[in-house]
């Protein structure tokens, strides 16, 4: 029997400083109950230090994984980072961590693919586990969004936090691991969720900053609407081509960027709200980072041989789902 992918590990690491909804009341107009009634946020993590960047949680994460999981950094024979908020245009942050956890001379790069990126980068790193090339690959999942969030605009500095997840993958010979995967993208969303200047198109100039380019524009209802059907599309879809009704899923494991849009995914895929992680009301929307943070924060309630559907929606638009049967 060829090898399947399994999650044999997953660590978290979100930053000491809390962000709360109260302390947002005094930067910009809006408050505590219009924030939680419509996005289900009650206070986000932000990094603060100078220097500090995606790469510094992404470390934390990555060397609680390699100690949780008793891995010696010169076991890793891939890493994989989702970010859409690298430390720097190159080298990769994928490199950096490598660097700061020790680990040498292996292959590692980054996957950008907005909130979807995490899911992105598990569907490849499972392939090489299943090829039989690797045996140990970590994929990461980590956004300083602080750095790209506009502290002056109410519809989007409400939403986002700082973080980071790690889920190492090893081969598994048994009924379990990344049983299917779905990507998808559609570029034609590009303008509804976007930061316009700091890439080629772009460059930096005076202009670009006095318009603040730099920072994360969404066009709200667009967003909304596009993700609500397709997150909850996409789930239904990988429910179905593997015969899973709503009563053979132990947890749907969303991206945490809108309470409403978790509900109505939940509701197509016809299960309550008690078997959905959600850690929205105290990360925020942590981009590449939410889906690892679910799994680590509700790991004490996940059984062996449990069916997880994981699913996301993000900025290009990219999205996607996952069908995960646990293997711890």
């Given at each position: 029997?060829?090898?399947?992918?399994?999650?044999?590990?997953?660590y978290?690491?979100?930053?000491?400083?809390?962000?709360?909804?109260?302390?947002?009341?005094?930067?910009?107009?809006?408050?505590?109950?219009?924030?939680?009634?419509r996005?289900?946020?009650?206070?986000?993590?932000?990094?603060?230090?100078?220097?500090?960047?995606?790469?510094?949680?992404?470390?934390?994460?990555?060397?609680?994984?390699?100690a949780?999981?008793?891995?010696?950094?010169?076991e890793?024979?891939?890493?994989?980072?989702?970010?859409?908020?690298?430390?720097?245009?190159?080298?990769?942050?994928?490199?950096?961590?490598?660097?700061?956890?020790?680990?040498?001379?292996v292959?590692?790069?980054?996957?950008?693919?907005?909130?979807?990126?995490?899911?992105?980068?598990?569907?490849?790193?499972?392939?090489?586990?299943?090829?039989?090339?690797?045996?140990?690959?970590?994929?990461?999942?980590?956004?300083?969004?602080?750095?790209?969030?506009?502290?002056?605009?109410?519809?989007?500095?409400?939403?986002?936090?700082?973080?980071?997840?790690?889920?190492?993958?090893?081969?598994?010979?048994?009924?379990?691991?990344?049983?299917?995967?779905?990507?998808?993208?559609?570029?034609?969303?590009?303008?509804?969720?976007?930061?316009?200047?700091?890439?080629?198109?772009?460059?930096?100039?005076?202009?670009?900053?006095?318009?603040?380019?730099?920072?994360?524009?969404?066009?709200?209802?667009?967003?909304?609407?596009?993700?609500?059907?397709?997150?909850?599309?996409?789930?239904?879809?990988?429910?179905?081509?593997?015969?899973?009704?709503?009563?053979?899923?132990?947890?749907?494991?969303?991206?945490?960027?809108?309470?409403?849009?978790?509900?109505?995914?939940?509701?197509?895929?016809?299960?309550?709200?008690?078997?959905v992680?959600?850690?929205?009301?105290?990360y925020?929307?942590?981009?590449?980072?939410?889906?690892?943070?679910?799994?680590?924060?509700?790991?004490?309630?996940?059984?062996?041989?449990?069916?997880?559907?994981?699913?996301?929606?993000?900025?290009?638009?990219?999205?996607g789902?996952?069908?995960?049967k646990?293997?711890?």
């Amino acid at each position: 029997m060829n090898s399947r992918a399994a999650i044999t590990g997953v660590y978290g690491y979100v930053p000491d400083y809390i962000l709360t909804n109260a302390e947002l009341e005094k930067m910009v107009d809006t408050s505590d109950e219009w924030i939680t009634s419509r996005t289900g946020i009650k206070e986000r993590h932000i990094l603060k230090g100078e220097g500090l960047g995606t790469s510094h949680m992404a470390a934390k994460a990555v060397g609680g994984l390699l100690a949780k999981t008793g891995t010696a950094p010169e076991e890793v024979e891939l890493l994989i980072c989702a970010t859409t908020t690298p430390d720097y245009v190159f080298p990769s942050t994928a490199n950096l961590i490598c660097d700061m956890t020790g680990i040498r001379a292996v292959g590692s790069f980054d996957i950008q693919a907005a909130c979807s990126g995490f899911l992105y980068a598990l569907t490849i790193g499972s392939q090489f586990i299943e090829t039989g090339k690797y045996k140990k690959v970590i994929v990461v999942g980590a956004d300083k969004m602080s750095a790209i969030v506009d502290y002056t605009d109410r519809t989007t500095c409400v939403l986002f936090g700082d973080g980071a997840g790690a889920v190492l993958l090893e081969p598994t010979t048994e009924d379990n691991g990344i049983m299917d995967s779905i990507i998808r993208s559609d570029g034609a969303g590009q303008n509804h969720l976007v930061q316009k200047a700091g890439g080629s198109r772009y460059p930096p100039t005076h202009e670009t900053i006095d318009k603040r380019w730099h920072y994360v524009y969404q066009d709200g209802p667009s967003v909304f609407k596009f993700a609500v059907k397709n997150m909850a599309d996409v789930s239904a879809e990988i429910m179905e081509r593997n015969h899973l009704k709503g009563s053979d899923v132990a947890w749907l494991v969303p991206h945490q960027a809108n309470k409403r849009i978790i509900e109505a995914t939940a509701n197509r895929m016809g299960l309550g709200m008690d078997r959905v992680m959600l850690n929205i009301h105290k990360y925020g929307n942590t981009t590449a980072a939410t889906i690892p943070l679910c799994l680590f924060d509700y790991e004490s309630q996940l059984k062996k041989g449990d069916n997880l559907v994981l699913a996301a929606f993000g900025g290009g638009f990219t999205w996607g789902a996952i069908y995960v049967k646990w293997a711890l």
